[in-house]
């Protein structure tokens, strides 16, 4: 079994930084992109941030110059560094990982259970 569990959220004024993290466990052999995704209610799930294995990375342009992705393959983490931050962005921030479970087997999607982020005034 594969778990994904993020940590990190909680509440912040407006103009404040938040650091996420997702750490990976299990039944892990390799794992290709990291994702940061986030939804907030009435609002459709919408991808914040990727990190591929080899380190490249692709924002959202509402988050673009606020948010710094990154990974620790030694310790399968991948980390979400929010600056700056606005009323827009208060959501439940879910990590997402392709996984590859041993050597040979195909790649699945794991996501964990999310991360509650609040943003005040």
């Known amino acids: 079994q594969v778990q994904l569990v993020e940590s990190g959220g909680g509440s912040v004024q407006a103009g404040g930084s938040l650091w996420l993290s997702c750490v990976v466990s299990?039944?892990?052999?390799?794992?290709?992109?990291m994702t940061w995704y986030r939804q907030a209610p009435g609002n459709q799930r919408e991808l914040v941030a990727t990190i591929s294995s080899a380190g490249s990375t692709n924002y959202a342009d509402s988050v673009k110059g606020r948010f710094t992705i990154s990974r620790d393959n030694a310790k399968n983490t991948v980390n979400l560094q929010m600056n700056s931050l606005k009323r827009e962005d208060a959501a439940v921030y879910y990590c997402?990982?392709?996984?590859?479970?041993?050597?040979?087997?195909?790649?699945?999607?794991?996501w964990g259970q999310g991360t509650q982020v609040t943003v005040s005034e």
């Open positions: 997402n990982a392709n996984i590859s479970p041993y050597n040979g087997a195909p790649y699945y999607n794991n």
């Open positions: 299990g039944r892990v052999f390799r794992i290709n992109a």
